[in-house]
């Protein structure tokens, strides 16, 4: 998988591709419809493909003060369309140029001149260039006249209603990753560095794993049931907290995570702590026995639940 930008030339190898154009924050399953149909293309035509997205997310550009939202970083969408079978990753720069780029100059100059593109692949619902002025019916018109194949992608729908990162954002907030485990076809994961903390778990007897929660949206404050991957790819079952950690001052937000069986050094890593099962809110106790008399209760609770639904089989 090869990460490209414009600011450098589209490698030959990467010209006349089919690209599949969106967000795709998240990836879900309308996201996982269109990158499959460009796939789908791109081997039927012999034809390289390049899931295209941006960064920052235009809502970022166009209301910066927006609480964090994002599902996932650029490193796992990476991961997430190389699995899908795509060959490399455009990321748009979404700065003011991109966003006072019209649609015609999208497709002519963007889409046809520098990156050579064949075919491309949107959703129903996908807009772009100045004003939203673009639309896949804008796209099929102005892409003809670049000798661009443009077509989009139904929705999919679940439970009789359409998938969108939206509805997997409501299911998060609502500390139901049961559903946006199925939005996604996987559990919503946070992907970081391990910090140094103040080694309160450890003098408790549970040793976390911290990491900040950076540009991610937050799920409900609570206790979750987790799996852990480490750098070295293997993985590990455990239950984590994510909040700000009512019996500690001063606050501060945190997914601190329990591997459970593990010992070792952590600090420095890059870990994906994936979301399971949420087990309750956060919580203040009224001593420091009660607080770890109820963390091993959550952690008897998470290997149950862990072990019933058998993640890492």
């Known amino acids: 998988m090869k990460r490209l930008t414009l600011d450098q030339p589209v490698p030959t190898e990467f010209r006349d591709a089919i690209v599949a154009l969106g967000n795709f924050d998240g990836f879900h399953l309308g996201h996982q419809a269109v990158v499959g149909r460009a796939v789908q293309r791109g081997a039927h035509e012999r034809k390289p493909v390049i899931v295209a997205t941006f960064d920052p997310h235009p809502v970022r550009h166009f ?24 060959d490399a990753m455009l990321v748009f720069d ?15 100059d ?13 959703g129903e619902d996908f807009t772009f260039g100045k004003g939203r002025g673009g639309n896949p ?17 139904e929705p999919v729908t679940l439970d ?24 996604l076809t996987r559990p ?22 911290n990491v900040a929660m950076g ?44 591997l459970f069986d593990f010992d070792g050094d952590l600090y420095g890593q890059t870990i994906e702590v994936s979301l399971h099962a949420y087990l309750r809110p956060e919580a203040r106790f009224d001593s ?18 862990l072990a019933a639904a058998d993640p890492l089989a």
């Open 63 to 86: 209301r910066p003060d927006s609480p964090p939202f994002r599902l996932s970083t650029l490193d796992q969408r990476e991961r997430m369309f190389a699995q899908a079978g795509a």
């Open 215 to 258: 540009p991610y949206l937050r799920p409900k404050y609570g206790i979750y049931a987790v799996t852990v991957r480490l750098d070295d790819g293997s993985e590990h079952r455990g239950v984590a907290s994510l909040g700000v950690r009512p019996m500690f001052d001063p606050p501060k937000e945190l997914l601190e995570a329990v």
């Open 188 to 209: 919503f994961a946070i992907e970081g560095e391990v910090e140094h903390g103040d080694k309160r778990g450890r003098a408790l007897g549970w040793p976390t794993a």
């Open 94 to 108: 979404f700065g003011d140029a991109l966003a006072n780029t019209t649609a015609e100059d999208f497709v002519r």
């Open 110 to 122: 963007l889409l046809g001149r520098q990156i050579g593109a064949s075919g491309v692949v949107t």
């Open 137 to 153: 019916e804008v796209l099929r018109t102005l892409g003809a006249e670049c000798g661009i194949v443009a077509e989009a992608v």
């Open 288 to 305: 420091m026995e009660a607080l770890k008399a109820q963390m091993d209760a959550d952690a008897a609770q998470a290997r149950g639940l």
């Open 160 to 183: 009789g209603e359409p998938v969108s990162s939206s509805r997997v954002r409501e299911a998060l907030h609502a500390g139901d990753p049961g559903t946006a485990t199925r939005l």
